[in-house]
């Protein structure tokens, strides 16, 4: 039997579709709200290279991955494991796969596919879509409103609200945290939003961004602070990118608060250890240069040498030990992260004491609010995904108490 309790959800990312599941299978009419022309435009973008939904990761090493906010994950992700999550894609006929590195991705389907079957069945269901509807806030009692794409504004009375509008990295898919003011305005405690898994920013030499723009620097151990990442870098004309620079990138971002510029350091010989790299540069060399050198003895070559040259000085590349040290430990610069529009994600937004276990407002009863307009950060890897998931469905189990109605039942059934 179809509920007539009319709930509205905004934002159609995966937080937000995952709430409208929720609330659908328990019963409720939904309407789904979003800025764009059509639904899931960020979940797209994060299947560009390969969609990597989740991790296969033990339960607390991932909660771990969410950093000051793990004991709070750790419940999310009991809620909605990410076991929940592959479960329940299997049961929209999508089968996923672990890879080698322990990243869980779709065995056959793309994220098309996988978003045009999740559409589809909520549209089965009677979730109604509404397009090009960008959320302004609330009336004075307290209705949703909305600006639609004629210019006309849409008061949408509904028993709960909740909210899943993204942060405020990639504002082209709609995250583009313009409803900070709008609660910001009840009062809601938001910290500013910050770039996350983000390049980095060097001054480079106009030779070596010119020259070596786009050339990847392979199988590095990158360290700042007391972190480490290990993997392949690309060097770009602003900087670095690449895995293990993500990874890094909150340590960075939160160090060039305190100091500028940050250092950041560079094994380029990971597999040599210094002492048996001290030996083989202490040969003479004759008249051999230094390139050929390095080639022949530890196979240095391409873009990592002309970064030695790039950072050493003459003097430093004269000398085998000091010249071992830099290998080992090549010391870059960093003036600045990319900006937060180009960021893969973003950290900052509503506080999490600003909700309650069901991630509830607590200034503003029947509002929830689910995904990245939370305060949390997380690598790549299927984290961010897993994260927007968890709240999503998190945050719906919440609205559904609070209406009195029962909570649905787990793993969750596409087709109920």
Request: glycine share 10%.
């Amino acid at each position: 039997m179809k509920d007539e309790t009319r709930v509205v959800v905004v934002g159609c990312g995966p937080a937000g579709l995952m709430a409208a599941t929720v609330l659908s299978q328990a019963g409720l009419s939904v309407d789904i709200f979003d800025t764009k022309a059509s639904a899931g435009c960020k979940f797209l973008v994060a299947g560009r290279g390969g969609l990597n939904l989740t991790h296969a990761e033990h339960a607390e090493p991932f909660a771990a991955r969410y950093g000051n906010n793990a004991e709070i994950f750790s419940k999310l992700l009991a809620d909605f494991s990410p076991d929940d999550l592959r479960a329940w894609l299997r049961g929209l006929g999508v089968e996923t796969f672990i890879g080698t590195s322990g990243r869980v991705f779709p065995k056959d389907a793309t994220a098309h596919n996988i978003l045009k079957i999740w559409l589809e069945t909520l549209a089965k269901r009677g979730v109604a879509f509404h397009y090009r509807h960008r959320w302004q806030g609330f009336t004075q009692t307290g209705a949703p409103l909305f600006l639609t794409e004629t210019g006309e504004t849409l008061e949408f009375p509904a028993k709960a609200l909740l909210l899943a509008l993204g942060g405020a990295s990639w504002p082209q898919t709609g995250s583009d945290g313009s409803w900070t003011s709008f609660l910001a305005a009840k009062g809601v405690l938001l910290e500013p939003f910050r770039p996350a898994n983000c390049g980095v920013e060097v001054a480079w030499s106009e030779h070596f961004r010119t020259r070596f723009s786009g050339k990847p620097l392979k199988n590095l151990l990158l360290c700042c602070g007391d972190r480490q990442a290990i993997g392949d870098v690309v060097i770009t004309a602003h900087g670095l990118e690449g895995g293990p620079v993500y990874a890094l990138s909150a340590v960075i971002r939160d160090l060039l608060e305190q100091t500028r510029p940050a250092p950041l350091l560079l094994d380029l010989k990971r597999d040599i250890t210094l002492e048996r790299l001290q030996e083989k540069l202490e040969h003479p060399r004759g008249k051999e240069s230094l390139a050929n050198f390095l080639r022949k003895a530890i196979h240095l070559t391409g873009p990592a040498y002309s970064l030695l040259h790039e950072i050493c000085t003459p003097e430093d590349l004269k000398n085998p030990t000091i010249l071992a040290g830099r290998i080992k430990n090549l010391p870059v610069s960093i003036i600045n992260t990319r900006p937060l529009a180009e960021a893969i994600s973003s950290a900052g937004g509503v506080t999490f004491p600003e909700v309650d276990a069901n991630l509830m407002l607590h200034k503003m009863p029947g509002v929830f609010v689910a995904g990245e307009m939370l305060d949390w950060e997380a690598p790549t890897g299927g984290y961010l995904l897993q994260g927007a998931f968890s709240t999503g469905y998190q945050a719906a189990q919440g609205l559904l108490k609070w209406l009195g109605h029962t909570p649905s039942p787990q793993p969750l059934s596409p087709d109920s």
